[in-house]
């Protein structure tokens, strides 16, 4: 089974571009340096939604070690020297914690 860190984000107006670089090229790989990350993956909201209105605009999975989510999150929380930008709008930012109720189903198409 697995857990995946999920955060919900947005860039500060008019700093789209400077967001994206920070989080693309400084702040996924600082997080995967700490101990219990162990993959990272970065995602924009689409035009095409099954509801009309959206709260975040883009969506950042990590799997994180199952066997350890306490002491992993710990280790982000003591990981001061993390690099942060002031062009995300950190007055909306939504982090949770999800652990696999099932085994991952694949389409047999």
């Known amino acids: 089974m697995s857990t995946l860190f ?3 984000s947005d860039a500060v107006d008019g700093r ?4 994206n670089t920070w989080y693309n090229d400084v702040h996924l ?5 700490i101990d219990g990350f162990q993959a990272a993956q970065r ?3 689409s035009e095409q939604q099954v509801q009309k209105k ?10 994180i070690d199952t066997n350890n ?7 982000l929380q003591q990981a001061t020297w993390l690099n942060m930008s002031n062009a995300i ?5 939504d982090i949770s914690v999800f652990s696999a109720v ?8």
Not at 16 to 19: N, P, S, T
Not at 89 to 93: G, K, L, P, S, T
Not at 102 to 109: A, L, P, R
């Open 6 to 8: 999920i955060v919900k």
């Open 16 to 19: 789209e571009d400077e967001y």
């Open 29 to 33: 790989p600082e997080v995967l340096q």
């Open 43 to 45: 995602f924009a909201l």
């Open 54 to 63: 959206q709260s975040y605009g883009y969506l950042a999975i990590y799997e």
């Open 69 to 75: 989510i306490a002491e992993t999150l710990q280790n």
């Open 89 to 93: 709008d950190q007055r909306y930012v």
């Open 102 to 109: 099932t085994q991952k189903m694949v389409s047999s198409s």
